[in-house]
């Protein structure tokens, strides 16, 4: 056997394992619309109450923040998680104002 031929079988072993690995370990599902408006709507909430966001630059930001949020591919799993933790760091905002 020579050098190709060894490499060509180790990349189909590879590929196989990955695909097994992949029918026991499904992908999770990614969060909705909605679930997005919802972290969408309290970050930026919580970025104009600490000056992050100005009137000037609220349309762009909101839209900048939109396409962030999207981007991270949060599982659906962990939607409440960042909604809680995101609740309270905007009461922490709020309360030292």
């Known amino acids: 056997m020579n050098l190709g ?12 394992s990955e695909e097994r690995a992949a029918k026991r370990f499904p992908t999770p599902a ?5 679930d997005a ?7 930026n909430e919580i970025l104009a109450h600490s ?8 349309a762009s930001s909101e839209l900048k923040l939109r396409r962030l949020i999207r981007r991270l591919n949060v599982p659906a799993n962990d939607v409440e998680t960042w909604l809680g933790m995101l609740r309270q760091i905007l009461w922490r905002v709020k309360r030292d104002l």
């Open 51 to 58: 000056g992050y966001i100005h009137d000037l630059t609220a």
């Open 37 to 43: 408006e919802r972290i969408t709507k309290l970050l």
């Open 30 to 34: 990614v969060l909705s619309s909605g």
């Open 5 to 16: 031929q060894a490499v060509a079988i180790c990349l189909y072993e590879l590929r196989r």
